[in-house]
Every structure is written in structure tokens, then in C-alpha cells.
């Protein structure tokens, strides 16, 4: 999101050095768009290849165990030995696959590259439909800064926390700075109106009462579910690769049926975490939730700006905040009316309230059928 309240400051700088210098972030963040997007198809083939490596070794040990189950002797004392290297093997490969959550490593890289697209077309049309300054060239080394920092491309010493204690939302814009509120008295004009500005604020109350509660609420359901199935794997595949090691002694049974059934379950467990890609279903809420609250901060920024010539366009703004929603100009009215006659009835539950967003409006109902799963 542009911050277009800030007014442009005369630049010391020529302006075909100002030129040379957007061109050269331009450059850049392509460079980073085709890194993200290569990385992110390399950490999708490590999700497939891992997820059938791991469970061809684990139902392949629990086969070779059921069979070394009807007679350890002989030929067959070879297939108890050798399904207890494999469990191990197994669990330590999935420990590693656990801990890195490769379905949530390509969904970052899929952000990624799609934000940085975004900047790069935002920086295009600074150059072909304004005059670009210093700040312009600020700005966009902040947003480039602001994305490597949210989405690092290296695994080891900064790789995003991928079971955080607390659900925190992806941050890719660059902060906003504190504005000095000067006694300037606001009035009409740049298509802003006091009606335009209380829509605005009903808008951003329902984000925040509905969109930002429900998303929060359900991506903690996602990681909640992610972190039991992440514990259970491992778990499993080392009750299995216990069980084989006893297969043959006095409680040869009982060690055989867990040796297979438990490697069986580990198997099921596996392939309905990286199978169903839960780690990327968690990503997806924290990328929601980031969306949601730079929405939040660019209508308050806006609003919080006395001085309504150095807002956005009124029109523009509106046009923008209602294809981000994914609403028509008339459904942003209702949406806003709905919410004004609601928040009027002081007392009231506010029972059945739309969501601001129509478009992660599935998302929600996929994690119902999630949230019915796992309870």
C-alpha cells in the first residue's frame, strides 16, 4: 500500500539519478520474484519427495515386520533386523521434515513472490505516470527490506518460528511512521466527506470485530493441529521401531502388533500433515491476518490525516479498499450501514454480522470442517 498522505519533499538528488536509482530496485526485485518462485518449486518437490520416501520406509518396515512376526527364525530373522534401522531412519527423516514444515516454506515463497510482483508493478508505474523523487526511492528500498525480512530465504539462522507460542500475522509493508498531528481543521474535499469517513471507520470495526477475530481464532485451531500431528509421527514410528525390536521374545505378539499397527497409524498421521499440507494452511491465516491489519492501518493512517488534501484520492481509496475486499461500491455501503445500525443498538449481541472480506470467505469454512476434525 502506498502511503500517499505524505507529501513529496523537493529532492537534492538530479532527477535521472533518481531514474537510474528505481530502475536499479526494479531490477532487483524481479531478480527476487524468479528466486522465490525457483525456491519455492524446490521446497515443493522436497514436501512430495519426503512425504512418499518417509512412508514407502514406514509401511515397508511394518510389512517386513509382520512378516518376520510369523517366524523369527531362519531367512526371516534378516526382516526383524532390518525393519528397526528402517523406523529409525524414518523418524529421524520426519523429526527433520516436522521441524522445517516444507508445505509452509513454498506458501511462504508463493507470498513472496507474489508481493514482490506487486511492488515491482507499483515501482513501473512511478516511473511511467509520476515524477519520481528521493522519496520514492525510499520507500521502495523499504518495502524491499521490509519483504526479505518477512520472508528470508535461508532455513538456517532465520527461518520463520514454524510453531510460534503465539499467532502472530505476517508483516511485509515497512512500519508506519508517528505523525505529529498538526492543528490543521479538516474539511471536504480530495473526495472525502464525513459520511465517506464514518463508512471507513464502520469498515475497519467490522475487520476487526469479524475478519481479524475469526482468522486468528481459526489459524490458532491450525497450528493447535499441526503441533499434534507433528508430535504424533515421530511418536508413532518410535513405538513401531520399539515394537520390532522385541518381535520374537516372550511378548512377541503384542511387540508385533505394535510394530506394524503403530508404523501403519505413523504412516496415516504423515500423510495427513504434509499430505493435507496443514503447515501451509497456517501460513495462509498469518499471510490473512497480515492483509487484514494493513488494511486496518491504511484506512486509520488515512483517517487520522487532518489535512485531506495529503490523503489518498477519496474515489481511488474507496475503489481500492472494495476490490481488496472483494466487494462492489454499493455492497462497501450496505456492509458499513449494516454495521452503523448494529453498533447503535448498545447492549445488543451482534448476532450473524457479515465478514468485511468476501474473498478468504472459504478459507473460513474450510477451517470449520478443519476445527470439526480435530474436535
Not at 514444515?101 to 514482490?116: H, K, M, T
Not at 508506519?176 to 464525513?194: A, C
Not at 472494495?322 to 449481541?349: D, H, I, P, T, V
Request: glycine residues 6%.
Amino acid at each position: 500500500m502506498e502511503k500517499k498522505y505524505q507529501s513529496r519533499t523537493v529532492s537534492n538528488v538530479s532527477y535521472p539519478m533518481v531514474i537510474a536509482k528505481l530502475h536499479e530496485i526494479m531490477e532487483d526485485v524481479a531478480d527476487r520474484v524468479e528466486m522465490h518462485k525457483n525456491i519455492g518449486e524446490q521446497r515443493d518437490n522436497w514436501n512430495s519427495l519426503l512425504l512418499t520416501s518417509i512412508n514407502a520406509i514406514t509401511l515397508t518396515a511394518a510389512t517386513m515386520a509382520g512378516i518376520a512376526a510369523t517366524n523369527v527364525d531362519g531367512p526371516l530373522m534378516a526382516l526383524k533386523l532390518s525393519s528397526t534401522p528402517m523406523y529409525l531412519a524414518a523418524t529421524g527423516m520426519l523429526v527433520v521434515m516436522n521441524k522445517i514444515q516444507p508445505s509452509q516454506l513454498v506458501e511462504e515463497q508463493r507470498n513472496a513472490a507474489r508481493l514482490f510482483k506487486q511492488l515491482h508493478s507499483q515501482i513501473q508505474r512511478t516511473l511511467t505516470c509520476g515524477i519520481p523523487t528521493s522519496s520514492d526511492v525510499e520507500e521502495a528500498m523499504e518495502k524491499v527490506l521490509a519483504l526479505d525480512k518477512a520472508y528470508p530465504l535461508p532455513l538456517i539462522g532465520v527461518m520463520l518460528e514454524k510453531f510460534p507460542k503465539t499467532v502472530e500475522p505476517a508483516v511485509w509493508w515497512p512500519q508506519h511512521r508517528e505523525r505529529q498531528e498538526k492543528p490543521i481543521k479538516r474539511t471536504d474535499g480530495n473526495g472525502w466527506s464525513v459520511e465517506f469517513e464514518e463508512e471507513m471507520r464502520e469498515i475497519v470495526g467490522v475487520i476487526k470485530r469479524k475478519d481479524t477475530e475469526d482468522n486468528l481464532r481459526l489459524g490458532k485451531v491450525a497450528l493447535k493441529g499441526n503441533k499434534i500431528l507433528a508430535i504424533s509421527g515421530p511418536l508413532l514410528i518410535s513405538m513401531a521401531a520399539c515394537g520390532t525390536a522385541f518381535v520374537g521374545s516372550s511378548h512377541g505378539s503384542w511387540a508385533a502388533m505394535v510394530g506394524v499397527v503403530a508404523g501403519a497409524m505413523a504412516s496415516v498421521v504423515n500423510t495427513m500433515e504434509h499430505g493435507g499440507q496443514v503447515g501451509m494452511v497456517f501460513e495462509m491465516y498469518r499471510s490473512n491476518e497480515g492483509f487484514f491489519r494493513l488494511t486496518e492501518e491504511t484506512i486509520e493512517s488515512n483517517l487520522t490525516e487532518r489535512d485531506v488534501g495529503r490523503r489518498e484520492n477519496g474515489e481511488l481509496f474507496e475503489m481500492k479498499v472494495a476490490l481488496q475486499l472483494g466487494r462492489s461500491f454499493s455492497g462497501l455501503k450496505n456492509l458499513a450501514a449494516a454495521s452503523s445500525y448494529s453498533s447503535s443498538r448498545k447492549g445488543e449481541a451482534i448476532i450473524n454480522e457479515e465478514f468485511a472480506s468476501k474473498l478468504f470467505y472459504y478459507l473460513f469454512i474450510l477451517s470449520l470442517v478443519l476445527l470439526i476434525i480435530l474436535h
